[in-house]
């Protein structure tokens, strides 16, 4: 089945510091990549959505400044948190869609810890 | 706005038994439905993908169930296992209105040995 990579798993840093998420789709192209953001014990909760070769659609309330989201690829969409502060610490997790009348495949999200 | 609810939020049964999870979504315009698996601090694992023109998807022991006119899909389990508690997610997909999928909280599900 499809898969998709998501890179770093795990990451701590200091506050004030530049993250930046990878996520891959390994076995097919995706023309669609979004970011989520899940606090515990919640639903996901959508960031924004990307096109490959076009700007992120960010969704209400989500600084675009503060989240920089990047799909310059078919199989590539990079997330980076800047100036990330101990409010940013959550679980991310990116999907993948190849088309739209097909399923979205997830990574298995990056746990995100500001000190 | 789109509103997806799943019933109920927690369950636990024993092992062996066949068990029903629930969704029900406010606005019937869906593209498709999609049911996904959580583990814990885990990423989503896609089990069923029903397109608005179908009623329901098999895969093994797990059939997926989509009445778009009333508002409703059912994720039916068979015989379930240990392995399979987790927390079972749907997500509706607008199609061309919105390209978003919405999800539901989950239903967390914990399979007695």
């Known amino acids: 089945g499809a898969v998709v990579s998501q890179h770093p798993s795990w990451v701590i840093c200091k506050s004030g510091t530049s993250v930046k998420i990878e996520c891959r789709s390994l076995?097919?192209?995706?023309?669609?990549m979004f970011w989520y953001r899940q606090f515990p014990k919640q639903s996901l909760m959508l960031m924004a959505t990307?096109?490959?070769?076009?700007?992120?659609?960010?969704e209400q309330g989500v600084e675009k400044d503060k989240f920089l989201i990047n799909h310059a690829s078919l199989t590539l969409s990079t997330l980076t948190v800047t100036s990330a502060h101990p409010e940013d610490s959550s679980f991310y997790i990116c999907?993948?869609?190849?088309?739209?009348?097909?399923?979205?495949?997830f990574g298995d999200g990056t746990r995100l810890s500001i000190l | 706005k789109q509103e997806v609810t799943q019933i109920p939020a927690a369950l636990s049964v024993p092992e062996g038994e066949n068990l029903v999870l629930n969704c029900s979504f406010t606005d019937s315009a869906i593209y498709n439905l999609q049911w996904f698996r959580q583990d814990p601090g885990k990423g989503l694992t896609s089990l069923l993908l029903?397109?608005?023109?179908?009623r329901e998807q098999t895969s093994g022991r797990l059939n997926a169930s989509l009445d778009k006119s009333s508002g409703r899909s059912t994720l039916y389990i068979a015989a379930s296992q240990p392995g399979d508690s987790a927390t079972y997610l749907c997500?509706?997909?607008?199609?061309?209105?919105?390209?978003?999928?919405?999800f539901g909280k989950g239903t967390r599900l914990h399979i007695l040995p």
């Open positions: 997500a509706v997909g607008g199609g061309d209105r919105d390209d978003k999928i919405i």
């Open positions: 076995d097919f192209q995706a023309t669609t």
């Open positions: 990307s096109n490959e070769g076009s700007k992120a659609t960010y």
């Open positions: 999907s993948a869609r190849a088309r739209m009348d097909q399923p979205q495949h």
């Open positions: 029903i397109q608005s023109s179908q």
